[in-house]
């Protein structure tokens, strides 16, 4: 219980409370990449692997170069979306979160080249991870973000940026690309 109390109800309260107050944007953002990534990377994989019949026991019967190579990979992967997490904070001083968004248009750092940087970075991670894993299912997720990202989020996003930034988002989807 208190594992719990330290891990998920206090980061919680705190990330509910400066959201609310908007403070201590660095915090905010470091704790909901946190989360996400704990969710996407740890719990989601955890569920797809015992609901597949896969294990972690394949990256235990690699030869240990090709698991810290395939892990290293992986980090660059992770880089993509942290670093647009950051530019999120720093340039747009809000975070990811709908319910705590950017005051400013980001279009710097890997907005500069991506309109969807995080949502390459996940679909990158799943499937790099799933890979690694030797679990088709989980690779499988990866491509499930691609449908909800196109789908779902891109429509969605693009209405509310839209609406929030008029010509000064226009102009800039018309200079980078969803996904390339």
């Known amino acids: 219980e208190i594992l719990c109390i330290v891990l ?6 705190a990330l509910g409370r400066w959201t609310a107050e908007r403070r201590n944007l660095i915090g905010r953002s470091l704790l909901q990449a946190a989360g996400f990534a704990g969710m996407t990377l740890l719990v989601l994989p955890a569920v797809v692997l015992s609901q597949t019949g896969g294990s972690i026991d394949v ?7 090709v698991t810290l190579i395939g892990v290293q990979v992986l980090f660059l992967f992770a880089v993509i979306g942290l670093s ?3 530019e999120l904070a ?8 709908p319910q705590d968004p950017t005051l400013r248009l980001v279009y710097s750092g890997p907005y500069a080249y991506l309109a ?5 970075s996940m679909v990158l991670l799943l499937f ?4 690694l894993m030797g679990s088709m299912p989980l690779a499988g997720a990866g ?16 209405l509310v940026l839209e609406e929030r930034f008029g010509a000064l988002y226009i102009a800039w989807r018309q200079q980078v690309r969803p996904w390339m």
């Open 8 to 13: 998920a109800l206090m980061p919680g309260i």
């Open 59 to 65: 990256l235990l019967a690699r030869p240990t170069a």
């Open 84 to 86: 647009a997490v950051q």
């Open 90 to 97: 720093v340039r747009g001083r809000g975070t990811p979160l």
């Open 116 to 120: 969807n940087p995080m949502q390459v």
């Open 128 to 131: 790099g991870l799933g890979v």
């Open 143 to 158: 491509l499930m973000v691609i449908v909800f990202s196109a789908g779902l989020a891109e429509w969605h996003e693009g």
